[in-house]
């Protein structure tokens, strides 16, 4: 089983309130740090939108290849991304984790995730950062969240090496999942976009075959999100919603996907309001600093090769 990362990232920076520790970098050499962790086969891809620091394109050039991009938004380099794995003609059986360019990571991130996989194989869909698990309720109407966030009082969580994975409602757009599924799921998963609001999460209710536009009453849409200004987009996004219910609501059993979370989370997106608890994120930020300066940014391979050329 092989591990493809396709990391998204630009150059660019946005207003988000971010932790004092935050930086594209260390998000970067986070990521590195868990895949240079790995006990199994991988490879990563950068998709780059936009002109990258130098910094951080060294890093990326020493673990795998940096593609350039010219997507121009979010949406854009997502549905790009998840072309990939049908187009490059990956093996059904591997795993794909998709991305973003604000995350950190705990360093047995990758490793827990590809372990997961494989102890659980009723799972398609993976998240290392969540809190809303599906109550037993749900229907594929009115799905619900626990009262407790995560795993606590879930006695159907699976422990995997001291990691306690549930099922999930919904998570934002870094995940990770099976090939055989992101080739299946693409066209939903290219489409979901366009509905507008918590995308992302909306994603993953339909896939479940829970009716995504219930997201709306589980989530609140972003701070200042702005409203469709014309007619057109008005009804695009309506007609894009509406699709997703119909195609989630008629979704037959065996395509019904499963969605686990980790407990404890093992990644956290860098913005201020929205940490995970239980981790002293600064601190791992400061240890991924160290790791990079004494790594020269090298994954263990090459690092091995140079000490034993010197």
Known sequence: MKLHVIYRSTGGENRKNRPAFYSKLIALASLARALDALQTEYEIIFLNDGEIPTD?????VAFGAALAVACGSNRSSYRYALRLPRRRGWAPGDLVWFAEDDYLYRPDALTSFVTAATRLPDASYFSL?????LDPSSTRWAPVLALEGRATGDPAAYDVDGVRWYRAAGTTSSFGARVATIVSDERLLRTAPFSGGAWDYATCLAYQGLRPSAAEALVRPP????PERSLPARVGRFGARALMDAVALSRPARLRRQL???D???ATHMEEPFLSPGTDWAGLAEDTHRWLAASGGLPRARRQFVAAAG
């Open 260 to 262: 686990f979370a980790a």
């Open 129 to 133: 950062y969540t809190e809303d698990r």
């Open 264 to 266: 404890p989370d093992l």
């Open 56 to 60: 951080r394109l060294t890093l990326m």
């Open 223 to 226: 701070d200042g999100a702005r």
